[in-house]
T-cell receptor
């Protein structure tokens, strides 16, 4: 079974530019999560999708971050405009329906200069 | 909000030694999970625990769900160099609903000296 795929793996942008990350979850996993992981910290949930609906986006900075999962499969996370403090690893995870067991992708390391 | 406290923050051990780390919460959690993260990679699920007092093994790893439901423990026996990484605990209160959002600790960094 293929794991969670993410791209790109690395991205360097200047502040005020925009960036987008892509995630393809494990086949059959209805729930998809985007996390932000700052160096030295555990993952922090940004948004959770159940199929193509949003379950929790309470910690998503909606003035600059947006995410979509249009067909209930892959998802994109966008930052526009980026700030220096957005430098972090962005992790995507997926899980089966009604499961707490989340499986993570390799992450995208974003550096904002 | 809910927080998970992991200790120790870091450990430096010799190959072959056993390792113990723990995770505590100020509130009850009814699901505990342990993940390992290698540098430049995403966390990998090691063990999931669903019942207070439960003891579950995965190879040289053993995790326990504390009786009080406010803590969990991870033990690694006979450590090897590839055990190096950051170990995260994560939990959920299981209070119903469709939100399966996990709370993560800050991690324990394990270094193994060959």
């Amino acid at each position: 079974e293929a794991g969670v795929a993410q791209s790109p793996r690395y991205k360097i942008i200047e502040k005020r530019q925009s960036v987008a990350f892509w995630c393809n979850p494990i086949s059959g996993h209805a729930t998809l999560y985007w996390y932000q992981q700052i160096l030295g910290q555990g993952p922090k949930l940004l948004i959770q999708f159940q199929n193509n609906g949003v379950v929790d986006d309470s910690q998503l900075p909606k003035d600059r971050f947006s995410a979509e999962r249009l067909k209930g499969v892959d998802s994109t996370l966008k930052i526009q405009p980026a700030k220096l403090e957005d430098s972090a690893v962005y992790l995507c995870a997926s899980s089966r329906d009604f499961s707490y067991e989340q499986y993570f992708g390799p992450g995208t390391r974003l550096t904002v200069t | 909000g809910q927080q998970l406290n992991q200790s120790p923050q870091s450990m430096f051990i010799q190959e072959g030694e056993d390792v113990s780390m723990n995770c505590t919460s100020s509130s009850i959690f009814n699901t505990w999970l342990w993940y390992k993260q290698d540098p430049g990679e995403g966390p990998v699920l090691l063990i999931a625990l669903y019942k207070a007092g439960e003891l579950t093994s995965n190879g040289r790893l053993t995790a326990q769900f504390g009786i009080t439901r406010k803590d969990s423990f991870l033990n690694i026996s006979a450590s090897i160099p590839s055990d190096v990484g950051i170990y995260f605990c994560a939990g959920h209160p299981n209070s119903g609903g469709s939100n399966y959002k996990l709370t993560f600790g800050k991690g324990t960094l394990l270094t193994v000296n060959p």
